[in-house]
């Protein structure tokens, strides 16, 4: 939880101004944070990587004796002797990692990142632990939210990974251009289409009659899962379009305007506000400057413009029927 009494201004922007510098490393690794991840909040709060394999003599590894750890483990049960090499090797590669060494993995849906001091120290219950350069990150050295969901399926799986660590091989080039914010050529060039076809899709919307523009969003809202229970333009008064959720049972009244100004918004929302409906939407292809200035000013999520309705349109597949339509 932030503590406004813990914030060091001057500390902060020279975080901020390391995370500009892009990264550079040898190797990465993906490591798993104890069992379940038991060892996350430790890892988080203190800053470090925390490694278990607590049987395997501190001092041992210290040393690089690994033929006798591996030995060691052999003496013990079947079950840790068939993968006493394996263990080992990645109980090696957390000591002998050097400091240049990306070390990442999964934890609140985001992917984290960060350097390790090259000392490993023991905690009692000879847990083991390397210190991190700096900390623990989860956005790119933009400050974006490397959230998993946008993430490549190379990366993600990783976290599937059974054991405690393994090396990043076929996505670490994606992995570095990720951090450092760098974009893939071909999807940027894909944006920048996608981009120019939302503009063009927004000038055939505005050409639409009211009816058209009616359907439109009514395929819009039941793309999106929303059932119409009335027939389009002919509900109650002052509801163009009105939807229920099949899941929650929530109601949807929609407001359906070719060109409206704030006054006729707030008109609406008023009357909303006494409706006995779970949501509101005002949807308008051509607002006059002032609709969209409060927009922008009152952050108004209910109320859709030409923005909102070209990002719906080529989410949910309708770019033909618009296209169509416009013919």
Known sequence: MYNPESFDLESELKWIGEMMEKINSTSAYYIKLGKGGEFEKDCLKNNYLKL????????LCLSGKWMEIIEQRELRTPEVKRGAKNQVRQLRTFYEADEHTLWITFMNEKLYWCFAEKKIEKLPGNYKIRRLIGKWAHTDIFGNDLFENKLSGNLTRTKGYPQTICRINDAYDQLIKKINGEK???AEKANLNKADLETQIGCLIKSFPPKDFEILVELIFSRAGLQKISETGKTQK???????????NETFSVQVKSSANYRDYDEYRQKFD???YNR????VHSPKKELEDKKLEHKLEDVWLTNELTKMVVKYGLVDWVIDKAC
């Open 274 to 276: 006494d409706s006995g």
């Open 184 to 186: 893939n050529e071909v």
């Open 280 to 283: 509101f939407f005002f949807v």
């Open 238 to 248: 002052n509801i163009d379009i009105l939807l229920v959720s099949p899941i929650t």
């Open 52 to 59: 278990g394999y607590c049987q395997d003599d501190h001092e």
